[in-house]
Nanobody, 123 residues
Framework: QLQACGGGLVQAGGSLRLSCAAS????????MGWFRQAPGKEREIVAA????????YYADSVKGRFTISRDNAKNTVHLQMNSLKPEDTALYYC??????????????????WGQGTLVTVSS
């Protein structure tokens, strides 16, 4: 139901744009998030956008470098990643909140997950 794409191999300092497309279910009323998991590490939230699109959240490690956005008409969410660092290397997942029009943000119950797209940043 969530399909992430856009990962790849990039040199440090480069950029990538991840996209997450939803099918079979509308996610326009749900908070959406991007998570990542590096080898040997726990999954962590990278960025989130509220269901309305007027609120965003970023992990400290990506603030000023990553931008999350959504297009509710197209049922898609994007993560623009600039100034990439080797420590950004991970499998990136998009996820959707279990609930519609939740007042709780950025804390959400992410119940729907995509399959992940691999981002590798070389030094």
């Amino acid at each position: 139901q969530l399909q992430a794409c856009g990962g790849g191999l990039v040199q440090a300092g480069g950029s990538l744009r991840l996209s997450c497309a939803a099918s079979g279910r509308t996610f326009s009323g749900r908070h959406m998030g991007w998570f990542r998991q590096a080898p040997g590490k726990e999954r962590e939230i990278v960025a989130a956008v509220s269901w309305s699109g007027d609120m965003t959240y970023y992990a400290d490690s990506v603030k000023g470098r990553f931008t999350i956005s959504r297009d509710n008409a197209k049922n898609t969410v994007h993560l623009q990643m600039n100034s990439l660092k080797p420590e950004d290397t991970a499998l990136y997942y998009c996820a959707a909140d279990r609930f519609y029009y939740s007042d709780s943000f950025p804390v959400a119950d992410y119940a729907y997950w995509g399959q992940g797209t691999l981002v590798t940043v070389s030094s």
